[in-house]
Every structure is written in C-alpha cells, then in structure tokens.
Nanobody, 118 residues
Framework: VQLQASGGGLVQPGGSLRLSCAAS????????MGWYCQAPGKQREWLAG???????NSADSVKGQFTIFRDNAKNTVYLQMNSLKPEDTAVYYC?????????????WGQGTLVTVSS
C-alpha cells in the first residue's frame, strides 16, 4: 500500500487547510486510516482516525478544531483543519492499517508540512 499525502502549506493564524491522503495498492476491505503530526523537536502525535465503516475517533486536543473524514470510493482520507494556530505548525502524516486479516499491516505516508504563520 502506498500513501500520498497532500494539502500542506503556509496558512495564516485562524485560517483553514484540508489535508488529503490517497491510498493505492492492495487496499484491504477493513482498514483504519489516520493522521498524526510531528512538530519540530517533538514526538509524533496521533490526531485522529477513521475506519472503513466511517467510525471516527480523535485526540481531545483537536476535537472541535480538526475533522477527519474519508471517501472510500477514492481510498482517500481527509483532515479538515480550522482555526489554525502557530502551534499547529508541524509535519502531518497519514497512516493506514489493514485490519482485514489476522495480521495487521501498518503503512505511513511521506508527510506534508503545515506552517501556520503571519
């Protein structure tokens, strides 16, 4: 499975961005896709996840600010980010976990940089 993340860039504080992550290859019929971020000098942090049935979960720190959703027909997961703050500046990574079988397989996208600055 390959993941291609896009949508990062420079945005002013208070602005919005929508990140996309398209999965290709052997897509399992059951899977979980999610988003993480890694700010400079910090560990990678989980933000939100969504399974192939559309059930979502998100970190308390982003509830009400970030929304995860997906388009199964396009094997794409999105992260809508609103009210962005300078502290949201980070590289954002998507991941994919194939939960179709007994063994789970975990893949990472390449990351897309989000810079929140005036």
């Amino acid at each position: 499975v390959q993941l291609q993340a896009s949508g990062g860039g420079l945005v002013q504080p208070g602005g919005s961005l929508r990140l996309s992550c398209a999965a290709s290859g052997s897509i399992g019929w059951m899977n979980i896709m999610g988003w993480y971020c890694q700010a400079p000098g910090k560990q990678r942090e989980w933000l939100a996840g969504i399974n192939s049935s559309g059930t979502t979960n998100s970190a308390d720190s982003v509830k009400g600010q970030f929304t995860i959703f997906r388009d199964n027909a396009k094997n794409t997961v999105y992260l809508q980010m609103n009210s962005l703050k300078p502290e949201d500046t980070a590289v954002y990574y998507c991941d994919y976990i194939d939960t179709s079988g007994t063994n789970y397989y975990h893949y990472w996208g390449q990351g897309t940089l989000v810079t929140v600055s005036s």
